[in-house]
């Protein structure tokens, strides 16, 4: 019975194997050094805004449209910043609009609710929340138009 043994590489493929590695290697320091144009990675800093003096990160988020023939959706998960944002619309057939609610999860345990647009029961003309401690904020423009598109803002 014969047994196959592991061939050690040639002197020809050590070479060859230690050229390629050495020109993948810098192919991926060129790459993501940003020296090759149009191939940098799409890493960019947080977008930030100022409310109320004080910068924050935020970020627009979407909530699904509730099902056909439903005026409400079911609670959508969305973290950002250390925050943990529970969003969900009602009233969403009204005809000013639906509201938002939601709640805002801080990283310590916090937990703050909050509902946002215009409705005549229960009386309320709300587009944007921020927490009493003011590490978050939401935005929603609520009425006919405002959509599903959800703006999350969190303190830097």
Do not use: C
């Not at 509730?66 to 925050?83: G, K, T, Y």
């Amino acid at each position: 019975m014969k047994i196959d043994q592991d061939f050690p590489l040639t002197g020809t493929q050590a070479k060859v194997l230690v050229v390629g590695l050495v020109v993948m290697g810098a192919f991926g320091a060129a790459l993501f050094g940003g020296a090759i144009p149009g191939l940098k990675p799409n890493y960019s800093q947080p977008t930030t805004l100022m409310l109320d003096g004080e910068p924050y990160y935020f970020t627009i988020v979407s909530l699904t449209f509730p099902a056909f023939l439903l005026n409400f959706s079911l609670p959508e998960s969305f973290a950002f910043h250390n925050v943990t944002f529970a969003l969900w619309v009602s009233n969403w057939n009204s005809f000013t609009g639906g509201l938002v609610h939601g709640n805002g999860t801080e990283l310590n345990g916090t937990v703050y609710a909050f509902v946002l647009g215009a409705s005549v029961n229960p009386p309320l003309n709300a587009t944007l929340f921020l927490s009493p401690d003011r590490l978050f904020a939401v935005y929603w423009p609520g009425g006919l138009l405002g959509g599903t598109a959800v703006r999350l803002m969190v303190r830097v």
